[in-house]
């Protein structure tokens, strides 16, 4: 198992950058897909970033246009997530989350293809 613990999160002015970190333990990353997630109030839980482990290969929500940029650190287990521009629409909860990476490719764009989750991380963002 993956244990997850997202950091990062705080309030921020709109325009600037922030970068979130996810920290995993308990197993390596290796043959995982990790993921970011965002959930806003009344809000459904929205697909943002992930990455292959073992590839580095990333993929990006269509609604994230072009302001985030996911990474990994092999040494330190964890998974970055920079944020550019920021918006008052991009508060949210932010969580990564581990997937096994055996699954076809479209599963992880949803909240179903991953088996970990991390607590959250709140970002806030005012205009």
């Known amino acids: 198992q993956v244990q997850l613990v997202e950091s990062g999160g705080g309030l921020v002015q709109a325009g600037d950058s922030t970068r979130l970190s996810c920290a995993g333990s308990?197993?390596?990353?290796?043959?995982?897909?990790i993921g970011w997630f965002r959930q806003a109030p009344e809000k459904e839980r929205e697909f943002v970033a992930r990455?292959?482990?073992?590839?580095?290969?990333?993929y990006y929500g269509d609604s994230v246009k072009g302001r985030f940029t996911i990474s990994r650190d092999n040494a330190k287990n964890t998974v970055f997530l920079q944020i550019y521009s920021l918006k008052p629409e991009d508060t949210a909860v932010y969580y990564c989350?581990?997937?096994?990476?055996?699954?076809?490719?479209?599963?992880?764009?949803?909240?179903?293809?991953?088996?970990?989750w991390g607590q959250g991380t709140q970002v806030t963002v005012s205009s």
């Open positions: 990455i292959i482990w073992n590839s580095a290969n990333t």
């Open positions: 989350a581990a997937g096994e990476g055996n699954r076809r490719s479209y599963y992880y764009n949803s909240p179903d293809g991953y088996d970990y």
């Open positions: 308990g197993r390596t990353f290796s043959n995982y897909v």
